[in-house]
């Protein structure tokens, strides 16, 4: 009777060994695939509970900790979004942890860390232009005018058509007094959409600084014709009439309205995050499915154990088997 309830007990540690852990690692996956549709979706705040939900089913599931990152990022808490991305990278160097660990440290106002942390990210993952754009705006912060410029070089090599990247890097030589330099960047602007107010009030002032004021009025018309509330507009557009120099050099990506000095200002005001949930686009990295599939905790065991650890229970059952006989 001892010998077989030894046997009952082996077989079912094994039972235990083998199909409980899929059970918890499915849970964990399918908690993260209901993240990743709601963050798809825009439902970051869903997104966030179902990361959560992925987590306590496993604490080890780094996917999960990089997808609530981003969800974080995009709901504001950036504290919270760095806290879940140092947690990732603490174990691998995943590019979407990188990336909301760079964005979480801009929007924090740690523009040096926030530089760095883009370096690491552009070490995992390239081809990503609103990263870089990102990364000029947080040079514009530090007043490295020719760091952000390559930066915003990077952005509109990436993608001709980004019409932030080529706003920007069209301020950045407004404050410079490069003003023929940032005519050519508004020219792009103005090449890829007509309807946005900012970027024609920043080409007049490129038109005003080489002192054309007849264009520089035409294009703080447009701007207000599209936005008639725009005051900095208005107010260029008075200061355009006098037919003299007024735009005065500063050194700060965005300047304030004073009495006697326009200002420049951006077709976005914030950053971009650039990805909704994490999702690996470089040759060899996974994808979110294969993400969901590594457990790592609450895992299968091994094929190799697990049928090692089978034959070697069949083997204690039978040769106990003959030893009752």
């Known amino acids: 009777m001892q010998r077989r309830f030894i046997q009952y007990i082996l077989l079912l540690c094994i039972f235990f060994l083998y199909f409980i852990p899929v059970v918890y690692a499915d849970e964990a996956s399918e908690w993260y695939v209901k993240g990743q549709n709601a963050a798809t979706m825009g439902d970051y705040q869903t997104a966030l509970q179902d990361y959560n939900n992925a987590i306590a089913a496993d604490k080890n599931f780094i996917a999960a900790y990089s997808g609530k990152a981003v969800a974080l990022n995009h ?14 990278l603490a174990v691998k160097k995943d590019p979407d942890a990188a990336e909301a660990r760079a964005f979480a440290l801009f929007s924090l106002g740690r523009y040096q860390e926030s530089v760095i942390a883009y370096d690491l990210f552009f070490t995992l993952r390239q081809n990503v232009p609103e990263a870089y754009c990102n ?3 947080a040079y514009q912060r530090l007043d490295q005018s020719d ?10 090599k990436l993608d001709p058509q980004n019409l932030d990247g080529w706003n920007q890097r069209g301020v950045v030589y407004l404050s410079l007094g490069d003003y023929q330099d940032a005519l050519d960047s508004f020219n792009h602007c103005t090449r890829i959409s007509l309807t946005n107010a900012t970027v024609w009030n920043n080409k007049g002032l490129a038109y005003a600084g080489l002192e054309d004021y007849p264009d520089a009025m035409d294009c703080f018309k447009s701007a207000l014709n ?10 260029n557009l008075d200061k355009a009439y006098l037919r003299k120099p007024f735009y005065t050099v500063t050194s700060t990506p965005t300047t304030t309205v004073t009495a006697s000095v326009p200002t420049a200002t951006t077709a976005i005001a914030t950053p971009e995050t650039t990805s909704v949930a994490p999702a690996a ?25 697990t049928v090692f650890g089978l034959l070697a229970g069949l083997g204690i059952f039978l040769m106990m088997g003959r030893l009752k006989r």
């Not at 760091?147 to 509109?156: E, G, L, P, Q, T």
Request: glycine share 4%; charged share 20%.
């Open 75 to 88: 709901l504001g808490m950036y504290s919270d979004a760095l806290a879940s991305a140092d947690t990732v």
């Open 135 to 137: 990364q000029g705006r």
């Open 147 to 156: 760091n952000a410029i390559a930066s915003f070089d990077k952005c509109v």
């Open 226 to 235: 599209l936005d008639p509330s725009f005051a900095d507009a208005k107010a």
């Open 281 to 305: 686009t470089a040759i060899g990295e996974e994808t979110p499915q294969e993400a969901a599939s590594q457990r790592t905790t609450y895992s299968p065991l091994p094929a190799v154990l």
